[in-house]
C-alpha cells in the first residue's frame, strides 16, 4: 500500500476533503504528504471522534489503519506514524473514547454470546428432560442472567458521564435515548420492587410471555412491564415521605 492508495481511500470516507486537497495542491504546487494528513484529514477523524455519532464509521476507519501499519510501504508507515498515530496517541480525551468504544464492542460481544449458551442450555434441558424450560422464567436464577446483568450495567455505565445534553438547540435522538436511561437508572430500585406486582396484576388477565416459544412477545412483554413499574416509581416518588425510600 502506497501513500496514494491511502489519500484515495480517505477521500472516499471524507469526500468534502478532495477540495481541501486541490487547494492545498494550488498553494504549495507540489502535495506535502505530512500537511494534508495533519492539517486536512485528522481535523475530519477528531471532529468524528468527538461527535462519536457515527461509530460504524469510526470502526471502518480504525480497520482501514491497521490495515495501513501492516502492509503499508516505508514510507507511508513512517509518514503515517508521525502525523496520525501521534496526533491519536497525544490526545487523552481521544484515547478514552476510543477505549470505551472497544469495550462497549465487547460488552455487547459478551452479551449475546451468553444469551446464546443461555437459549442452548434452554433447548438441550427441555429435550434431555422432555419438559419446556423457558430460558428466561426458569433460568433467571443462572449464572448466564448475572452475567447479563454486568454486561449491560457495563454498558450504559459512562452514559450520565459523556453524555450530557448540551443546548437545547443540539438535542439528539441519541441525546433523548440516554436521557430515558437516566430516568430509568435513577429508578431502578422503585423498578424492581414494583415490577412483581405489576407481573401479578397481567398474570390476572391470563397473560405471560415465553421469551422461548415467542421471543419477540417476550422482549415487547418485558418492556410494557418495565415502563408501568417505571410509571408507578415516578408516581409514589411524589409523595414526600415513601419518595425517600424508592
Not at 468524528?48 to 461509530?55: C, G, H, R, S
Not at 422461548?212 to 409514589?236: A, D, E, M, Q, R
Request: with cysteine.
Amino acid at each position: 500500500m502506497i501513500i496514494d492508495d491511502f489519500l484515495k481511500q480517505m477521500t472516499i470516507y471524507f469526500p468534502t476533503i478532495k477540495k481541501d486537497l486541490d487547494e492545498h495542491i494550488q498553494e504549495f504546487g507540489e502535495r506535502l504528504d505530512t500537511i494534508v494528513i495533519e492539517d486536512i484529514i485528522m481535523p475530519e477523524i477528531i471532529e468524528l471522534l468527538e461527535k462519536d455519532a457515527d461509530t460504524k464509521k469510526l470502526k471502518v476507519i480504525f480497520d482501514y489503519f491497521e490495515d495501513v501499519c501492516i502492509n503499508s510501504d516505508d514510507y507511508l508507515n513512517n509518514v503515517f506514524s508521525i502525523t496520525a498515530l501521534e496526533i491519536l496517541g497525544n490526545d487523552k480525551n481521544i484515547l478514552e473514547k476510543v477505549h470505551i468504544m472497544k469495550c462497549k464492542v465487547l460488552m455487547v460481544l459478551g452479551f449475546l454470546l451468553n444469551n446464546i449458551c443461555l437459549f442452548i442450555i434452554g433447548i438441550l434441558y427441555s429435550k434431555i428432560t422432555n419438559t419446556f424450560w423457558d430460558t428466561v422464567w426458569e433460568g433467571r436464577s443462572t449464572i448466564f442472567v448475572l452475567l447479563n446483568v454486568i454486561y449491560v450495567f457495563l454498558f450504559f455505565m459512562d452514559f450520565n458521564k459523556n453524555n450530557r445534553l448540551q443546548k437545547q438547540s443540539e438535542i439528539t435522538l441519541k441525546d433523548r435515548f440516554c436521557k430515558c436511561i437516566e430516568v430509568i437508572s435513577k429508578n431502578t430500585m422503585g423498578i424492581y420492587l414494583v415490577h412483581v406486582l405489576v407481573l401479578r396484576t397481567i398474570e390476572k388477565f391470563s397473560i405471560q410471555a415465553s421469551f422461548t416459544s415467542n421471543i419477540t412477545v417476550g422482549i415487547i412483554y418485558s418492556i410494557v412491564v418495565t415502563l408501568i413499574s417505571l410509571i408507578i416509581t415516578l408516581c409514589v416518588k411524589r409523595i414526600p415521605v415513601v419518595g425517600k425510600f424508592i
